[in-house]
């Protein structure tokens, strides 16, 4: 197995344009191990003007890649899929290094990530227009799809490689170029895929990466530039804003994943052990930092206190530590701000009336590590309840009835996913049609799927990724009128 050292001095640190290359006036910015705090790597720190040279890069192979067969194209996209597979303990030692998460987390995501590469590599020949005669007998209608041209990917840091694979995978196999912009926190795992797809024979131009420190003034002339025509984003809702503000000037096809407040309902006919276990998953994968985690517990009061009880002594089980440690199953929060953040959530919460049951305080010392906490008795003031806690913290409160519940977990202006534990078919498919989300998970923690359209409603966002709708956000329409 590769070292840490190996590993990280194998990887590329400049920006990646057609090849590794240096950042304009070569500044470099670092990346730090959130376990340690130490720095892992200096990466190149791009200006606006490189971000401009990988859009001259995309513009000038666009037509190039779209003509590709969409054969080779899903050829490539396999054959990078299969070295994803190849090299899968370098890149999950990599994001634990870069991101923190425990090593069996950064396996699973490895796993998951690659896979939307094999989804779409198949899809890639399933691009369908559709022939019919006009109803009027005027004519005939053809219907036709084409790439949309030159997209930029803006990436989160807490999916390294799932939330670039879930872009780039569909862009090319719809013909597209694509700039990806990485997290300035783990810009590692990005540089390395950029690395396997140009072995792979991915075309130079088709993929480039632009690390920086300073993200809104480098894509800023991107989103200016008319060669640019797809924006997608995975992030904060604060931040999707922004960019579809920004976007408006030259009115670019937009796909925005953003924020979550997930609520998991657990009803009094469900089955407690499994709605502890699904909880286990929907709140603690990725140490609670994924917009998908479970961030409320609405639980109906008749089973609320078994429900409680159980999950604080599941979560008491997790090992708190260094993601490399093989003990380890929950690893540090990104930086010292999300610790910050996380912190203060639970204070305002006991400050405001709720009890600690586990948890709640930061053990301190280096890294960014914030135990797994539960809060009961949480007054409806607080702003864990309205807030997006990213962390490994649940609040559980009670409901009386089944409308109570669902009015309770459809009050946030976010709805990305929620969670439904019960057995009755009837009720599972009457709240699921209820809930005001864009994904359900019904008697289940974990709902990601590269086979299924993944996004939300609301201030959660628009555009979906993955399964057969996820190619679709990558292609234009275009009708062509025959006699």
């Known amino acids: ?168 995978g569909p862009a090319l196999a719809a013909g597209c170029t694509m700039i990806v912009k990485p997290a300035g926190e783990t810009p590692l795992t990005m540089l390395l895929l950029a690395q396997l797809c140009s072995e792979a024979g991915l075309p130079d131009g088709v993929l480039s990466v632009i690390t920086t420190s300073r993200s809104s003034a480098v894509t800023a002339p991107l989103l200016e530039d008319p060669r640019l025509r797809k924006l997608t984003f995975t992030g904060s809702t604060p931040v999707g804003k922004k960019l579809v503000e920004q976007s408006a000037h030259g009115l670019l096809r937009t796909s925005m994943e953003l924020g979550g407040n997930a609520p998991f309902v657990v009803f009094d006919d469900a089955d407690i052990d499994a709605a502890v276990q699904g909880a286990l998953l929907a709140k603690l994968r990725n140490g609670g930092e994924a917009c998908t985690a479970a961030n409320r517990f609405h639980v109906q009061n008749s089973v609320r206190q078994e429900f409680t009880d159980k999950l604080a002594a599941a979560m008491a089980e997790y090992k708190l530590g260094n993601g490399v440690d093989p003990e380890t199953t929950l690893g540090p929060l990104i930086n010292e701000n999300q610790l910050d953040t ?30 797994a906490t539960v809060l009961t008795d949480i007054p409806p003031a ?44 009837d009720r599972a498919l009457r709240v699921a049609e209820g809930l005001e989300t864009g994904m359900v998970g019904v008697n289940r923690g974990v709902i990601s799927d590269p086979a299924a359209p993944f996004g939300g409603v609301k201030e959660s966002g628009f555009g979906r990724e993955g399964g057969f709708e996820g190619i679709e956000e990558y292609l234009d329409t275009k009708y062509i009128a025959l006699p």
């Open 1 to 168: 197995m590769v070292t840490e050292t190996a590993l990280l001095a194998s990887i590329p640190t400049q920006l990646w344009i057609g090849g590794p290359v240096d950042a304009t006036g070569g500044a470099t910015f670092p990346v730090h191990n959130p376990a340690t705090g130490e720095v892992i790597a200096q990466v190149a720190d791009a200006t606006p003007d490189d971000a401009v040279r990988a859009l001259d890069a995309a513009a000038a192979v666009q037509a190039e890649w779209a003509a590709t067969p969409a054969r080779q194209r899903g050829e490539i996209l396999r054959a990078v899929f299969e070295a994803i597979t190849a090299r899968a303990e370098e890149f999950a030692l990599l994001m634990t290094l870069e991101m923190g998460k425990a090593l069996p987390e950064s396996r699973n995501e490895v796993k998951y990530g690659a896979e939307f590469f094999r989804w779409f590599s198949e899809e890639a020949v399933r691009i369908h227009g559709r022939y019919q005669p006009a109803p009027a007998g005027t004519g005939r209608i053809l219907v036709h799809k084409q790439p949309v041209g030159p997209c930029l990917a803006i990436t989160p840091w807490n999916f390294p490689l799932a939330m670039g694979t879930r872009k780039i």
């Open 342 to 371: 996380v912190s203060e959530l639970v204070d305002d919460a006991v400050a405001t009336g709720a009890q600690i049951k586990l948890g709640g305080k930061a053990p301190g010392g280096p890294g960014w590590f914030y135990p």
């Open 382 to 425: 607080a702003r864990i309840l309205r807030e997006e806690v990213f962390g490994p913290v649940a609040p559980v409160v009670g409901f009386e009835t089944e409308e109570e519940g669902l009015a309770a977990a459809n009050n946030t202006e976010f709805g990305l996913v929620a969670y439904v534990y019960t057995r009755s078919l």
